[in-house]
């Protein structure tokens, strides 16, 4: 089995679009959408929940009105102002630090576990689907990548699959690490702009610190060519091999409108070039 990570300096390059494409294309495989802050492969896979489960992440304060004295203790070394003078705790501005809940002389304030978000497990057309929702504001998308990413492998030990696809977030922060971690492919989707190129550069160090193996695909190359041509420069430095260059096209707006992966929607240039790119992604040992 090969965990197939695909990832992004920087968000707009196509990467979930070139994600979408790769799962029509693959067999025996199961799929993995590992970007929890904005979910959007579901958008073009089309899944039926199956099961769904609650994400718990971090604490709040909560305050027993029938223990508490009122003595201000609590607002006195609550650093964040979340305890009011009502005695009520803001959720939004509690930061789950407990100080008050060890200061309160009632032991009248308990911390209790947030419902941050769910996570599921999902049919498609295209094999089974681990994917997840970060509540509006809530942290810690890092671990609810984690627990995507082991569940998917879970689920391919099980049935024998031969991939987990997994659509990456982008950046470089704690969920792209995450998501790349023990990975056997990082494929990094860049666009010839200088925002692209220097994202793209930064994320590959990040896989190169893991020791994650990388490819480089150039989305809407031809938008300007001379920095493309400074995209393959870099690569060659590094080492990195540039397995595609895909042109600018409305097809992808139009399959993404419609909610069908590019390679089902489009029968051109563009569709071979993401084939070819998929069979050099298969070659990983």
């Not at 508490?68 to 705790?89: D, K, L, M, P, T």
């Not at 769910?118 to 689907?129: A, L, N």
């Not at 419609?258 to 069979?279: C, F, H, K, M, Q």
Request: net charge negative; hydrophobic share 40%; charged share 20%.
């Amino acid at each position: 089995m090969k965990q197939i990570v695909v990832i992004s300096g920087k968000g707009g390059t196509g990467k979930t679009v070139l994600t979408a494409s790769f799962a029509a294309l693959a067999e025996n495989k199961i799929l993995a959408d590992c970007d929890v802050d904005a979910a959007d492969l579901h958008l073009l896979l089309h899944p039926e929940i199956r099961k769904r489960h609650v994400f718990q992440s971090g604490q709040t304060a909560m305050i027993n009105s029938e223990l508490c004295q009122q003595c201000g203790e609590c607002i006195a070394v609550c650093r964040f102002s979340a305890i009011s003078n009502e005695f009520h705790v803001d959720p939004v501005s509690c930061e789950g630090c407990a100080v008050c809940s060890h200061i309160c002389p009632e032991k009248a304030i308990s911390m209790e576990d947030n419902m941050s978000g769910e996570w599921f497990i999902s049919h498609t057309r295209y094999g089974p689907m681990v994917h997840a929702k970060l509540g509006i504001a809530e942290e810690n998308s890092g671990k609810l990548v984690a627990l995507v990413r082991e569940n998917a492998k879970r689920i391919a030990q099980e049935e024998n699959r031969d991939y987990v696809i997994i659509d990456g977030p982008p950046g470089i922060g704690c969920p792209v690490i995450a998501s790349i971690t023990d990975t056997d492919l990082a494929v990094i989707v860049t666009e010839p702009t200088l925002s692209g190129i220097h994202d793209m550069e930064r994320v590959a160090q990040v896989a190169k610190h893991f020791k994650i193996p990388v490819k480089v695909i150039v989305n809407k190359y031809d938008i300007n060519r001379c920095n493309t041509e400074a995209i393959k420069q870099m690569c060659m430095k590094q080492e990195l091999e540039v397995i595609a260059q895909i042109p600018f096209s409305e097809k992808a707006t139009e399959s993404i409108v419609n909610g069908i992966p590019l390679v089902e929607y489009a029968n051109n240039s563009i569709t071979e070039d993401i084939r070819a790119a998929w069979e050099k992604i298969q070659q990983i040992q």
